[in-house]
């Protein structure tokens, strides 16, 4: 049986981003994963209960780690906290990936939610630090591996491995 990925709604070309856009990706790795139906499509923040469009928002004194336990929140650039909406979205993608049996997943890079390798400084100056967002961090606490865009091949990599 073939490996199931979670993956960002916006990277298929759903317009679900804050601006209400999208991330779409031309990948020949993703059109072949979509077409074996390896691919679980979720947008966290939409599914924690957040509009298309919101309002920019950034993760503030941590990471997605340090949301998820307490220490930092998610706040617009209004000064709106978020954090209870990131949080429900997370745990909402956990529970389609467990659903559907997803050890892996392929996410929206730098957003607070799905950053993997890092996210805003929290400032709205556009600085990236090291850290994970919400969703991203709730994942590999559930030992679920999160890749972005730029790491499609290597997760392909990563299947051919495990499924040879």
């Known amino acids: 049986m073939k490996a199931k990925i979670l993956i960002s709604a916006c990277l298929l070309g759903d317009r ?3 601006d209400g856009d999208d991330n779409g990706v031309d990948s020949v790795i993703l059109r ?3 077409m ?3 691919l679980v499509s ?3 923040e939409v599914a924690g209960g957040l509009s298309i469009p919101r309002a920019p928002a950034e993760v503030q004194h941590g990471d ?4 998820i336990h307490g220490y930092a929140q998610i706040i617009t650039v209004a000064g709106d906290d978020v954090t209870k909406a990131f949080l429900r979205g997370a745990q909402l993608a956990l529970s389609r990936a467990n659903e559907h049996g997803c050890r892996f997943a392929v996410l929206a890079a730098r957003s607070p939610s799905c950053g993997n390798d890092g996210i805003y400084d929290g400032t709205f100056s556009h600085k990236l630090v090291a850290g994970m967002g919400v969703t991203a961090a709730l994942l590999t606490e559930h030992h679920i591996e999160v ?3 730029s790491q499609i091949a290597q997760l392909a990599d990563r299947l051919a491995e495990l499924e040879a």
Do not use: S
């Open 147 to 149: 890749f972005n865009q």
């Open 42 to 44: 979720v947008c966290p």
């Open 36 to 38: 074996e139906g390896r």
């Open 16 to 18: 679900v981003r804050y």
């Open 32 to 34: 072949q994963w979509q």
């Open 64 to 67: 997605g780690h340090q949301v």
